[in-house]
C-alpha cells in the first residue's frame, strides 16, 4: 500500500496529506507541457513573455474552466492528452486514495486547475476571506459529524510550488470541525454556502498552513477541510494541478451526485429538490428517511441551505 500508518494517522488528524514522488519527474514534464497547451496554445513562459509584451494572446482561465471544446482546449476529464489522462492509472495514487477513503473508492470527477500569476484573480482581497470546504462540488449536503459522508479530493502537482507560488491555504484538524463550525457561523451571520465570512470569527479553528510541495507529489484532503485561495506573491509564476476527486463506493449514490449539476443545471435542479418529495429525492440519491446522515446539526444546516425544504420526514 502506498501511505505508511504514521502517514494515514496524519491523513485522519489534519484532514490533508502531502505524499511526495507519487509520480515521476519525466511524467511531471509531459504533463504540465500538455496542461500549458491546452490552456495557452504554447509553453507558459512564452505566454507570459508574450503578453507582457503586449502580444494578443489567448487568455488564460482564472481557475478551472468547464469547457468541453477541443478547439478551446478541453479541461474536464479526460482531456485527450494521454501525459494527463493515465495519471489516474498509477496503482500507488489510487491506492492512497483508498487508503484515506478508508473503503474501496468510486470516480466523482477531474479536471485541470490552472491559477496562473500575472492574470490571476482566483483569491478573495483579504486573506481572512475566502475559507470554504469543497464538499458542495460533488455532494448536495452538508457536512455533518461523520467523516463517512466525506469524500477525498486531489491535486497532482506537476511542478514545484513554494511560498511566493500561491500554495492554498489548509486549516489542520478542520474537516473534524466543519459541521459545527458551519452550524455557528449560519447562526451568526458568518456564513454564505460553503464558505465562510470572515475566519477571525472562528476562534475555534488552527491557524491556517500553505500546501507547498516538491512536482511529483500529491495532496490528499478531506472534502470538509477548510481552505482558501491566496494571491500570488511572485507573478512570474503559475500553480498548474491536475485534480481528481473519490468517494466511498458504499455511499457514491449521494455524495457525488451534485457535480454533473453543477454548471447550469442548478438553477433547475436546487428548486425542484426542494419542493418534491423524500421518496423521489431518494431516486435521485439523496439519503432515504431514517437514515443515520439526518442527525440535529445536519438537519439544521440543510434548513440553512434549503430554507424551504420540509425536513419533518427526515427528523429521527
Not at 15 to 40: K, W
Not at 216 to 242: D, E, M, T
Not at 249 to 269: K, S
Request: hydrophobic share 35%; proline share 9%; with cysteine.
Amino acid at each position: 500500500m502506498s501511505l505508511t500508518p504514521a502517514q494515514l494517522d496524519q491523513f485522519r488528524r489534519d484532514g490533508y496529506l502531502i505524499v511526495p514522488d507519487l509520480f515521476s519527474p519525466a511524467e511531471m514534464d509531459a504533463a504540465l507541457e500538455a496542461m500549458d497547451q491546452i490552456f495557452y496554445g504554447r509553453p507558459f513562459p512564452q505566454w507570459r513573455d508574450e503578453l507582457a509584451a503586449g502580444q494578443q494572446v489567448r487568455s488564460a482561465s482564472d481557475g478551472f474552466t468547464t469547457t468541453h471544446n477541443h478547439k478551446e482546449g478541453r479541461s474536464q476529464f479526460p482531456v485527450g492528452a494521454p501525459a494527463l489522462d493515465r495519471l489516474i492509472e498509477n496503482p500507488r495514487y489510487l491506492d492512497a486514495f483508498e487508503q484515506c477513503l478508508g473503503a474501496p473508492a468510486s470516480y466523482c470527477n477531474a479536471h485541470l486547475f490552472l491559477r496562473s500569476g500575472p492574470t490571476d484573480k482566483r483569491h478573495a482581497p483579504n486573506l481572512w476571506e475566502g475559507y470554504h470546504i469543497d464538499h458542495h462540488t460533488n455532494c448536495l449536503l452538508p457536512p455533518s459529524e461523520n467523516g463517512l459522508y466525506s469524500y477525498v479530493n486531489c491535486g497532482v502537482y506537476l511542478h514545484d510550488v513554494v511560498d511566493d507560488g500561491a500554495p492554498m491555504l489548509v486549516i489542520p484538524g478542520s474537516h473534524h470541525q466543519a459541521a459545527a463550525v458551519y452550524a455557528r457561523a449560519f447562526a451568526t451571520g458568518n456564513a454564505g454556502g460553503g464558505s465562510l465570512k470572515d475566519l477571525r470569527l472562528a476562534t475555534e479553528l488552527a491557524a491556517p498552513v500553505p500546501s507547498t510541495a516538491r512536482r511529483g507529489s500529491a495532496l490528499f484532503y478531506s472534502s470538509y477541510l477548510i481552505h482558501a485561495a491566496q494571491p500570488f506573491r511572485n507573478k512570474q509564476v503559475q500553480r498548474a494541478f491536475w485534480t481528481l476527486s473519490m468517494c466511498r463506493q458504499d455511499n457514491d449514490r449521494w455524495t457525488r451526485f451534485a457535480n454533473p449539476f453543477l454548471y447550469g443545471e442548478r438553477e433547475q435542479m436546487m428548486p425542484f429538490f426542494t419542493r418534491t418529495t423524500p421518496r423521489v429525492r431518494a431516486l435521485f440519491g439523496w439519503p432515504p428517511v431514517g437514515h443515520p446522515y439526518y442527525t440535529t446539526q445536519t438537519l439544521g444546516l440543510l434548513a440553512q441551505l434549503y430554507p424551504e425544504m420540509d425536513l419533518e420526514p427526515y427528523r429521527p
